[in-house]
């Protein structure tokens, strides 16, 4: 007869998975699900980083030929042939440099999987600046790999240096930087991406161009039309120019890269509507998205300047958010206070680095009158 085998970990005592508990890696027991909160009444919402603007009957009428055309009886076209060519031509990337995700957060999930090799006797490690992007600390720690976070300064400025060092002493797969970063809009130095991917031949850096519609800068020019560095990962996300619906996010890599990456793409996972949705937008849309995000990118500043004429210190933004900052504790008020008023922003007041703070979407003259006029009752 075999010996009971000991439990993964010691379960904590009353979880309410039970027995289960000891399955699960323990930084995630301690970690909320991604809630998002949904008001019954919403008049201006600020809260996702989304382009605010529906798209018009024209590009409606097109899309709605094309999606019909869809054979939903069948699964979807697992290698996003069409959309793949589409994408390719726009960006000037050979096809077989693309790698597709319903939205960009499977691409993260993709990326901490497929380098999780552990370090000797310590699994893998996956390194990021914070605050950032809450998703790189979950992918990284559902799959159980040590998360190395490497504080900003206290105005959200990247540290170079300790970014490096912390590299030098342990050694990540993977490197998330998002240029510009959420939630603080922060635009680090972007060729300091290509600069670590130079120095550590030995770990994907990801160049995660969320915002690139508000910032104009990228790194895709070392993917495209040469390959100058075969472990830079560039992700983009049709999320933030109007498409966020639609769960359509890309990267751009080295072919060998990409194709590794291939093998941890869960099969079909873009649906046939999403592709054929995503092509048409991206070539027929183009420049309506772009021209709305130009829209944006007017608003922003204007919207900064009324925050801050309400008093909020208001940090410098390249992407369609704006972060600001207030006391602790009073941020979190004036959120519950504009929800109840149907204004959506993101709440981020909790002990920590980004106590005190809110993040508020670039959204329209319209939204902005709404949320204007909603601060004024409440502060
Ligand atoms: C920096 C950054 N990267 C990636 C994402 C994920 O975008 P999606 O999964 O919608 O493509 C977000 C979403 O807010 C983001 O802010």
Same mark, same amino acid.
Not at 87 to 112: H, K, R, Y
């Given at each position: ?8 970990t ?6 309410? &998975? ?53 054979a ?105 930087l ?40 990228t ?10 560095c075969?472990?830079l ?39 046939? &509507?999403?592709q ?38 208001v ?22 206070? &504009? ?35 909603? &601060?004024?009752?409440?502060?």
């Amino acid at each position: 007869m075999s010996a009971e085998p000991a439990p993964a970990t010691t379960a904590p005592a009353h979880h309410p &998975l039970g027995a289960l508990a000891a399955r699960v890696p323990e930084p995630l027991r301690a970690t909320a699900a991604y809630h998002v909160p949904r008001p019954a009444q919403i008049l201006a919402k600020l809260d996702a980083n989304e382009l605010p603007f529906a798209l018009p009957d024209e590009l409606l009428e097109g899309l709605s030929a094309v999606l019909r055309d869809a054979a939903l009886e069948r699964y979807p076209d697992a290698n996003a042939t069409e959309l793949r060519a589409a994408l390719a031509a726009t960006l000037g990337a050979a096809p077989e440099q693309l790698v597709f995700g319903n939205g960009s957060d499977e691409l993260i999930a993709m990326l901490c999987s497929a380098f999780a090799a552990p370090r000797g006797t310590r699994p893998a490690a996956i390194a990021y600046p914070v605050p950032t992007f809450v998703y790189y600390r979950l992918a990284t720690i559902a799959r159980g790999l040590e998360p190395v976070e490497v504080p900003l300064t206290s105005r959200f400025e990247l540290d170079e240096a300790a970014f490096v060092a912390a590299m030098e002493r342990e050694d990540p797969s993977v490197v998330f930087l998002a240029l510009p970063n959420n939630p603080t809009g922060t635009m680090w130095r972007c060729e300091f991406a290509l600069e670590l991917a130079a120095r550590f031949p030995r770990t994907v850096i990801v160049s995660d161009e969320a915002y690139l519609a508000y910032s104009g800068q990228t790194n895709l020019g070392a993917l495209v039309p040469e390959v100058s560095c075969p472990n830079l990962v560039v992700m983009r996300t049709l999320s933030k120019v109007g498409m966020a619906g639609l769960r359509v996010g890309y990267l751009v890599a080295a072919p060998a890269l990409a194709q590794h990456l291939e093998k941890v793409r869960p099969p079909y996972n873009l649906g046939s &509507l999403p592709q054929a949705a995503a092509r048409f937008l991206i070539t027929t849309g183009a420049s309506w998205c772009q021209a709305r995000a130009a829209e944006v990118v007017q608003q922003r500043g204007h919207l900064a300047g009324e925050l801050e004429r309400r008093g909020f210190e208001v940090f410098p933004s390249a992407a369609n958010l704006l972060l600001v900052r207030t006391e602790p504790g009073r941020a979190h008020r004036i959120w519950q206070a &504009l929800q109840d008023r149907g204004v959506l922003v993101r709440d981020f007041d909790r002990p920590g680095p980004l106590a005190g703070c809110l993040r508020i979407t670039v959204g329209t003259a319209g939204d902005h009158q709404i949320l204007l006029e909603a &601060l004024d009752q409440v502060l």
